[in-house]
């Protein structure tokens, strides 16, 4: 009868120790890539006012797509998911009216669209819009804002904008230039967007809100405290409050 003989396993060869430049290149590659994410892929925001409400509220978090909303002109391959702004679409966007500052609005109009207002309901190419996320009307009722652009403009509006309304006139209807967007917020009665300060251009497009990540009860009049005091202040008050205050059922809820 043949002896049996045991297999001894080979003593496993220990890994070698990572070097400090390893570890250093590593780390580097990470934070590389989380910049190339948020500076083109995905960036954070937050609400700073009403004028989308109720879709979205001031202090929501929202993590907006800048990919697919690129310009055609830094379209780069068949990999990247570039489509056109449409009607309906919510994005971000710098303000033409105010260097730096980003702006929200839903899309109404685009180029070669013509737009006009009766009692607060949009007409586009002659046809009454079903706006379902609108958020009604509830007070005074405002000749310019909601008979726009028949009505001429209130001291409201951007200087530049009352020659540029005259530009673009055809008849009743406001005509969406080339190039161009018309956006308005959901709460019709205290946003200030196009029928104020004109249209969006396609280069000031920043991107598409995706989803709200976190959401946290905000005074309406937050984003006016700039000075550094205020804001530490306001640090705190997160920090103290972030579980009473954050907004739970908001979280994960997709932007439409």
Same mark, same amino acid.
């Not at 996320?133 to 000749?143: G, I, M």
């Not at 726009?148 to 008849?171: D, I, N, R, T």
């Not at 640090?235 to 059922?249: A, G, M, P, Y």
């Given at each position: @009868? ?18 400090? %430049? ?7 590659? /990470?934070? =590389? ?24 509220? /001031? ?65 586009? #190419?002659?046809?009454?819009? #079903?706006?379902?996320? /609108? ?15 028949? /009505? %001429? ?9 009352? @020659? ?10 406001? =005509?969406?230039?080339?190039? #161009? ?22 280069? #000031? ?13 905000? %005074? ?14 306001? =640090? ?21």
């Amino acid at each position: @009868m043949l002896p049996l003989f045991k297999k001894t396993a080979k003593p496993k060869e220990p890994r070698p120790k990572e070097t400090l %430049p390893e570890s250093i290149a590593g780390i580097a590659s /990470v934070l =590389v890539s989380g910049l190339f994410i948020i500076t083109f892929i995905v960036q954070a925001f937050e609400i700073p006012s009403r004028s989308m409400e109720d879709t979205l509220l /001031v202090g929501d978090h929202v993590f907006v797509d800048r990919l697919t909303a690129m310009s055609k002109a830094s379209y780069v391959g068949p990999l990247v998911p570039y489509r056109e702004i449409k009607h309906g679409d919510i994005i971000v966007f710098l303000s033409p009216q105010e260097p730096g500052l980003h702006v929200v609005k839903r899309i109404i109009g685009i180029p070669g669209d013509r737009i006009h207002l009766r009692r607060g309901v949009v007409y586009r #190419n002659g046809q009454a819009l #079903n706006e379902p996320y /609108v958020k009604l009307l509830e007070h005074n009722y405002d000749p310019y804002r909601d008979e726009f652009p028949s /009505v %001429p403009p209130s001291g409201q509006v951007a200087w530049y904008w009352p @020659m540029m309304l005259k530009e673009h006139m055809q008849g009743e209807d406001l =005509v969406v230039p080339p190039g #161009n967007y018309f956006g308005m917020g959901d709460d019709r009665e205290v946003s200030l967007d196009s029928r104020y300060w004109g249209f969006i251009p396609q280069e #000031n497009v920043i991107g598409r809100p995706l989803f709200i990540y976190w959401s946290f009860e905000t %005074p309406e009049d937050q984003y006016q405290h700039t000075s550094i005091k205020e804001r530490i202040q306001f =640090v705190f008050h997160v920090i103290i409050h972030f579980f009473d205050k954050t907004q739970w059922r908001r979280m994960f809820h997709l932007v439409r």
